[in-house]
């Protein structure tokens, strides 16, 4: 098990990335919820972790900003060591591909991919060794989705990203894997699905594993059955 420290999610005003922080919390880790504006709510999902007897604090950076990613580590370094890294912050718009410009191309990439970069740089000095990375990948990556081609292609990079640092990063001693929601998971027991997507990223962090490349796919059908299918690569 990692030394105790600092879990940063990104994205964590709100659902997915809410409910994961809070599982964190409860985990025993202090939490760094970021939030790119929506400070607001950052500060309730922090209330509800310390409600809970958990330690947290709220960190607002845009992650597409190389230096306000600088910043915010520079903050949380204050706190401790992040041990846990979860990239949840996405940009999820709809259109179809026919419609989509070169603006909305990039945003979509900067948030996705360029934003897990740049904090898997950051966080790297204190994650070496026994720290984890965890990156949310959404059913877009493995499933692809007509409307959302450009997050489809952000997601499947940052699975590649996933593999990759698996492999770069294992005689380091730091796991690095991804979870993915089922394709059904935006169905009608969405939070049953969140509750299990954080669990298993709690698994993850918190639990003795061996270092190695894994992406676990958690699927729901439409009664809210969740199945977990952990591959080795």
Same mark, same amino acid.
């Given at each position: 098990?990692?030394?105790?420290?600092?879990?940063?999610? =990104? +994205?964590?005003?709100?659902?997915?990335? $809410?409910? /994961?922080?809070?599982?964190? #919390? &409860? *985990?025993?880790?202090?939490? @760094?919820?970021?939030?790119?504006?929506? =400070? +607001?709510?950052?500060?309730?999902?922090? $209330?509800? /972790?310390?409600?809970?007897? #958990? &330690? *947290?604090?709220?960190?607002? @950076?845009?992650?597409?900003?190389?230096?306000?990613?600088?910043?915010?580590?520079?903050?949380?370094?204050?706190?401790?060591?992040?041990?846990?890294?979860?990239?949840?912050?996405?940009?999820?718009?709809?259109?179809?591909?026919?419609?989509?410009?070169?603006?909305?191309?990039?945003?979509?990439?900067?948030?996705?991919?360029?934003?897990?970069?740049?904090?898997?740089?950051?966080?790297?000095?204190?994650?070496?060794?026994?720290?984890?990375?965890?990156?949310?990948?959404?059913?877009?990556?493995?499933?692809?989705?007509?409307?959302?081609?450009?997050?489809?292609?952000?997601?499947?990079?940052?699975?590649?990203?996933?593999?990759?640092?698996?492999?770069?990063?294992?005689?380091?001693?730091?796991?690095?894997?991804?979870?993915?929601?089922?394709?059904?998971?935006?169905?009608?027991?969405?939070?049953?699905?969140?509750?299990?997507?954080?669990?298993?990223?709690?698994?993850?962090?918190?639990?003795?594993?061996?270092?190695?490349?894994?992406?676990?796919?958690?699927?729901?059908?439409?009664?809210?059955?969740?199945?977990?299918?952990?591959?080795?690569?």
């Amino acid at each position: 098990m990692p030394e105790p420290g600092v879990a940063l999610v =990104t +994205g964590a005003g709100s659902g997915l990335g $809410a409910v /994961i922080a809070e599982r964190l #919390g &409860r *985990a025993g880790l202090t939490v @760094a919820v970021n939030t790119r504006s929506r =400070t +607001g709510d950052a500060e309730k999902v922090v $209330a509800a /972790i310390r409600a809970a007897g #958990g &330690r *947290a604090f709220s960190v607002a @950076a845009d992650v597409t900003e190389p230096a306000a990613v600088k910043l915010m580590f520079d903050t949380i370094a204050d706190h401790g060591r992040v041990r846990v890294l979860v990239n949840n912050a996405s940009y999820r718009p709809r259109a179809a591909f026919a419609d989509i410009t070169e603006e909305d191309w990039r945003k979509v990439h900067a948030v996705t991919l360029d934003g897990a970069f740049s904090c898997i740089r950051n966080a790297l000095p204190t994650l070496i060794p026994g720290g984890r990375v965890v990156n949310i990948l959404g059913r877009n990556a493995l499933d692809g989705d007509p409307q959302r081609v450009h997050v489809s292609a952000a997601k499947y990079g940052l699975l590649g990203l996933t593999r990759a640092l698996a492999v770069s990063l294992r005689s380091d001693g730091v796991a690095v894997n991804a979870v993915s929601p089922g394709i059904d998971c935006e169905g009608t027991d969405l939070e049953h699905c969140r509750d299990e997507i954080a669990e298993q990223v709690a698994r993850l962090t918190v639990e003795p594993t061996e270092v190695t490349g894994t992406v676990v796919r958690v699927d729901c059908d439409g009664a809210g059955v969740v199945s977990a299918i952990t591959r080795d690569y």
